[in-house]
């Protein structure tokens, strides 16, 4: 489902009552894409941004495998002092960090096909962060963190080169940790 920046009925999640954290990529080609979408979710000067090559791929990648530390240490900074309830993964297409760290075979042709093959593999990596995040808040709670403060949403998009984004996950799937 695409969704639409300023209709409500369009977004199909609540909107953020609270902070958000946005994780997204470098790609310097969607900076203002995203900042639209943002404002577009009444997000504007709400949210953290934190940047890594290839989005959730980035955060989850082995080569680097310190991403993954630096991305949750902030994740539990941006909870402590910015109140954040829910995280945003903004993966996008014709992404350069996929074939960077996977391999030519991850650049996709503009075919339907390869279209398809494109948001499944961008699906595949946010799901996986998304289960790490969800992993990560319940073991905060359990030992011994706020409920309320470490009850947080995670939310999939995959924005293409104009801009438009679609959610990558239907809400209320299930976590698969
Ligand atoms: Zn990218």
């Known amino acids: 489902m ?7 009925e369009r977004r199909p999640y609540p909107a953020p009552r609270k902070n958000v954290l ?10 203002d894409d995203i900042c639209g979408f943002m404002d577009g979710d009444n997000l504007e000067n709400r949210y953290d941004q934190l940047v890594f090559a290839g989005a959730s791929l980035g955060v989850m990648q082995p080569r680097h495998a310190a ?8 994740l539990d900074i941006a909870v402590q002092l910015h109140d954040i ?15 960077h760290f996977l391999g030519p075979e991850f ?6 096909e390869g279209e398809l093959a494109e948001e499944e593999e961008h699906r595949k ?14 073991d905060r709670r359990d030992s011994g963190g706020d409920p309320e ?7 999939c998009f995959l924005m293409d080169l104009r801009g438009s984004v679609r959610m990558l996950i ?6 698969d940790f």
């Not at 695409?2 to 409500?8: A, D, G």
């Not at 993966?91 to 996929?98: D, I, K, T, V």
């Not at 996986?128 to 990560?136: C, E, G, N, Q, V």
């Open 2 to 8: 695409e969704i639409h920046r300023r209709l409500p």
């Open 85 to 99: 309830r829910d995280v945003y993964i903004m993966e996008h297409r014709n992404c350069g960090a996929y074939a």
């Open 107 to 112: 650049e996709y042709p503009d075919t339907a």
């Open 22 to 31: 946005l994780l997204s990529c470098m790609d310097l080609r969607l900076i």
């Open 125 to 138: 990596h946010a799901k996986s962060l998304r289960d790490a995040i969800m992993a990560h808040c319940a």
């Open 67 to 74: 991403w993954r530390d630096v991305f949750f240490q902030h």
């Open 149 to 155: 403060l470490w009850d947080i949403h995670v939310r």
């Open 170 to 175: 239907t809400e209320g799937e299930n976590y």
